[in-house]
């Protein structure tokens, strides 16, 4: 199940000397209290005792306030309270030229031991246009990854990781928030996560064949996936599969998929692969 906390309930583990750090009532936060850390430079951090989490993995999802003096902020996690710390996800960026309540994109973080965990929240920048580098914090919620269920179309998904179903910003099909390579409509295909950097795919070569293996989100709908390959860069490709022929579920399942290059290894100096994927009707 999802386990919630408010930011105002998590203790102090640790935060840079002689900075504020204070608790404030408004209306429209979350259990009508949110924190800030009135920081003003890069690397001045707070971090919060989350006192308990079973081992798993979680996409971790906080919910902040935006304003014109807030900083950009990278979180990290750690076991102990004195870490080592490990940075999860990229930075985001607080600003907002209006107060505004939202939730960061989803961070996925995995523990492999249960008990308490530390959330670590730095300044790792500012906004050209913000007057200063606080940090407010609204809450903050673990859900595990084995409770999720993709949703059917790319606008569910969007909604889901994105809080948006408009193909925009961050949430466009063609962005790239986690930086892994791999644009949104391809991570909504191939079942992978656009907060997490990863790659689900892997090339072998077996007897006289080359095998490219990779993942498929069988609920995904809209979306036509092709394996290319081609002997030159740039150069032309050839399809050597495409995932018409396979219908989408109706459910969640992250199908393991493979393609086998019908030009045999022998015949050839050297080959280039792709996944591609395609909006359709």
Do not use: H
């Not at 607080?94 to 107060?99: A, G």
């Not at 889901?160 to 961050?170: H, L, M, R, V, Y």
């Not at 493979?258 to 359709?280: C, G, H, M, T, W």
């Amino acid at each position: 199940m999802t386990t919630n906390f408010e930011a105002e309930n998590l203790a102090v583990s640790s935060r840079t000397a002689n900075i504020t750090y204070r608790t404030f009532d408004e209306a429209p936060a979350s259990g009508g209290k949110a924190t800030v850390l009135e920081s003003s430079s890069n690397g001045q951090f707070l971090t919060l005792t989350v006192p308990y989490v079973q081992a798993g993995t979680y996409d971790l999802a906080l919910r902040v306030k935006k304003l014109n003096s807030r900083g950009i902020v990278q979180m990290a996690v750690a076991d102990a309270a004195n870490g080592p710390f490990t940075n999860a996800g990229p930075a985001f960026d607080l600003y907002n030229s209006t107060d505004l309540y939202a939730d960061v994109p989803v961070i996925r973080v995995t523990f492999a031991t249960s008990g308490a965990k530390y959330l670590r929240f730095s300044v790792a920048g500012r906004n050209a246009a913000a007057s200063n580098s606080w940090i407010c914090l609204d809450a903050v919620s673990f859900n595990p990854v084995s409770l999720l269920k993709t949703p059917l179309t790319m606008n569910q998904w969007r909604e889901n990781f994105f809080g948006s179903s408009e193909s925009a910003g961050q949430a466009a099909d063609d962005a790239d928030w986690d930086g892994d390579g791999d644009s949104n409509l391809k991570e909504y295909a191939s079942g992978t996560y656009p907060t997490e950097a990863q790659n689900a795919r892997s090339l072998a070569a077996e007897g006289d064949s080359v095998i490219f293996r990779f993942t498929r989100e069988a609920a995904a709908t809209g979306v036509l996936m092709s394996v290319d390959a081609s002997d030159s860069l740039p150069g032309n490709w050839e399809t050597i599969w495409n995932s018409q022929s396979l219908p989408a579920a109706s459910g969640s399942l992250i199908q393991q998929l493979q393609a086998v290059d019908p030009r045999p290894l022998s015949e050839s100096n050297r080959r280039f692969y792709r996944l591609r994927v395609d909006r359709i009707q």
